[in-house]
């Protein structure tokens, strides 16, 4: 077997679907790259059993064809040092020795038997699909994955729940019970059942990994899934990941609907303010009080233990009753810093309600909303 390819080029493939090889596997054919040579079309596959990424090349003068595993680490870190150049791999089809020849020089390997790597699991025949396009997909898992937990009791936080209605209307939704994030497109095209609403969880690992790839992707992304696996097919790249199993949380149970409270401010304007008061804030807590007036935010913070303490008074659009509530400053700051509209709007009912932070202008085809649990105020 025997094919020529651009260095940079195939770094770039190899780059983008490493991400997925643990540092320590417990079947040691997954520090391999998998390459499958079919005609002129190289495959590269990398795995970690619960999630599977696969992209595909084209190469010139391939001779033969057939499987290889190949270190990765090795293989990366030779490739990182060509500058741009074609490379020549020759394999040895008996023993897997691998060359790859240079202008310069000459690097072996051994490779293994490509047949011992994990095949990509079947979906079964109820698996349903959606297509969408790349950029809605990418927006989505953007506005959403600060938001997951980490929590090894509550493993169906630690994803992204996507929630398919038959109206071609796809909701993302993440929350780790301080902050919640809901997310709301329109999918192009769908195979779902009459009447037949469809969800799965989509791990934080996987989701990471689009995130990555999706901005060199351009056109629609076809989804599919069954009740075990997820399948990512876009134009370079193949995904499959194990869902989270389990049910996750009602989050339209959670957001409150009447909020008679209704703040409009410079979200950078905010953001900042929030940044420089929040230096002075117990370290422990990061309380910061926000008191809403005519037109203006008071925003404090103090920590007693170190006798420090700041406060700041921004511009708003506020002309109701006066309220004051508490947020961790680290939550808010990022809610903030993860919305694209200039101005913001900050929907409250009460200092122990749940506050809402949603862009005063949304971006076409989609529907952001943000939701803040808040902290006791002593006073």
């Known amino acids: 077997m025997k094919f020529v390819v651009s260095s940079t080029e195939l770094l770039s493939h190899l780059q983008a679907i490493s991400r997925v090889i643990n540092s320590k596997n417990t079947l040691p054919i997954l520090d391999n790259f998998l390459f499958d040579l079919e005609g002129n079309r190289l495959t590269m596959t990398a795995s970690d059993i619960e999630t599977t990424l696969v ?3 084209d190469v010139e003068d391939a001779e033969g064809g057939g499987k290889i595993a190949v270190a990765s680490r090795l293989l990366l870190e030779t490739l990182r040092e060509f500058p741009e150049q ?4 020759n ?3 008996s023993n897997l020795a691998l060359v790859i020849t240079s202008a310069n020089g000459a690097y072996n390997f051994i490779g293994q038997n490509g047949d011992e790597y994990p095949q990509l699991p079947e979906m079964q025949d109820d698996a349903k699909e959606i297509k969408l396009p790349v950029d809605s997909l990418l927006s989505g898992i953007v506005k959403t994955i ?3 937990a980490d929590d090894e009791l509550r493993p169906v936080m630690n994803g992204i729940f996507f929630d398919i209605a038959l109206n071609n209307a796809l909701t993302m939704v993440a929350t780790d019970a301080h902050k919640l994030v809901r997310y709301k497109t329109t999918y192009t095209s769908g195979e779902l059942r009459e009447e037949e609403t469809a969800n799965f969880i989509l791990p934080k690992k996987p989701s990471n990994m689009l995130k990555n790839i ?3 992707e351009s056109g629609e992304v076809a989804i599919k899934f069954d009740s075990k696996n997820a399948y990512f097919k876009l134009e370079n790249y193949t995904m499959v990941c194990r869902q989270v199993e389990g049910r996750f949380p ?4 959670v957001i409150p609907k009447d909020n008679p409270s209704k703040v409009i401010v410079d979200r ?7 940044k420089r008061v929040a230096v002075f804030s117990n370290q422990a807590s990061n309380l910061i009080k926000l008191s809403f007036d005519s037109n203006e935010i008071h925003i404090s913070a103090q920590d007693i233990d170190f006798s420090i303490s700041a406060e700041e008074t921004i511009a708003c659009q506020f002309n109701q009753e006066p309220i004051k509530i508490g947020f961790k400053s680290s939550f808010l700051i990022e809610i903030l810093n993860n919305i694209n509209s200039s101005d913001v709007i900050v929907e409250l009912s009460d200092p122990s309600r749940a506050g809402l932070i949603l862009p005063f202008e949304n971006e076409e085809n989609e529907e952001i909303l943000m939701l803040l649990m808040p902290m006791l105020l002593n006073d």
Not at 268 to 274: E, I, K
């Open 55 to 57: 992209t595909s090349m």
């Open 91 to 93: 394999i040895n089809d």
């Open 268 to 274: 950078l304007t905010l953001q900042n303010a929030l």
């Open 146 to 148: 600060f938001s997951t």
């Open 250 to 253: 009602n989050y339209n149970g």
């Open 86 to 89: 074609p490379l020549v791999f």
């Open 214 to 216: 999706l901005p060199k």
